[in-house]
């Protein structure tokens, strides 16, 4: 049984930092590939930032590619998303997506989530 906990989100000012954080646990000894998504009001998700275990590059949407930058302690099975100059169009419900593979998680296809921390920016 794979479980994935957010923790990190609040309200904060336009321009302010705040870094999530993101523990996987269960289901396996292996390490997991690991990413974030978003889902602003009335909008699709969105993806973030996603990161493997081997040391490969992560990758990153476009649209926070600039402010966001994500990072991962391979020994806890966790992954950080430190995000920079926050906007009120940040405003949204971010989500943890882990799995085995990379692409999964890249793609927003794996199984397993966690249940969202909320992030609210105020203009």
């Known amino acids: 049984q794979v479980q994935v906990e957010e923790s990190g989100g609040g309200l904060v000012p336009a321009g302010a930092s705040l870094r999530l954080s993101c523990t996987a646990s269960?289901?396996?000894?292996?390490?997991?590939?690991m990413g974030w998504f978003r889902r602003a009001p009335g909008k699709e998700r969105e993806f973030l930032a996603a990161i493997g275990w081997s040391g490969d590059p992560p990758y990153y949407g476009e649209s926070v590619r600039d402010r966001f930058t994500i990072a991962r302690d391979n020994g806890k099975n966790t992954v950080f998303l430190q995000m920079n100059s926050l906007k009120p169009e940040d405003t949204a419900i971010y989500y943890c997506a882990v799995d085995f593979q990379t692409r999964t998680v890249v793609a927003g296809t794996t199984p397993f989530w966690g249940q969202g921390t909320q992030v609210t920016v105020s203009s």
């Open positions: 269960g289901g396996t000894v292996r390490p997991y590939s």
